[in-house]
């Protein structure tokens, strides 16, 4: 899950710094359940493409952010 720790991280360095800590953590648990949806889906764990391609998803870090 280095991956999702590294877009976390660079999520959260665009963030206000009140926020950030909410906001990452609400971030997070919602790619965590996609991520468990997806292994469910496929019925194995994930591989680094899978997360890739969830996170690309949900966008860019720095757009994420701005939302």
């Known amino acids: ?3 999702l720790e ?3 991280k660079s999520v959260r360095s665009c963030l ?10 609400e971030l ?6 996609q991520m468990e949806d997806k292994e469910a889906e496929l019925g194995r764990p994930l ?3 899978d ?10 870090p720095l757009l994420v952010a701005s939302r």
């Not at 206000?16 to 953590?25: F, G, H, L």
């Not at 997360?51 to 860019?60: D, F, K, N, S, T």
């Open 28 to 33: 997070s648990e919602n790619l965590h359940a």
């Open 51 to 60: 997360v890739e391609a969830i996170l690309r998803q949900h966008g860019h």
């Open 6 to 8: 590294r877009y976390l």
């Open 47 to 49: 591989c680094e493409s």
């Open 16 to 25: 206000p710094e009140a926020q950030r800590d909410d906001i990452v953590n």
């Open 1 to 3: 899950m280095e991956l």
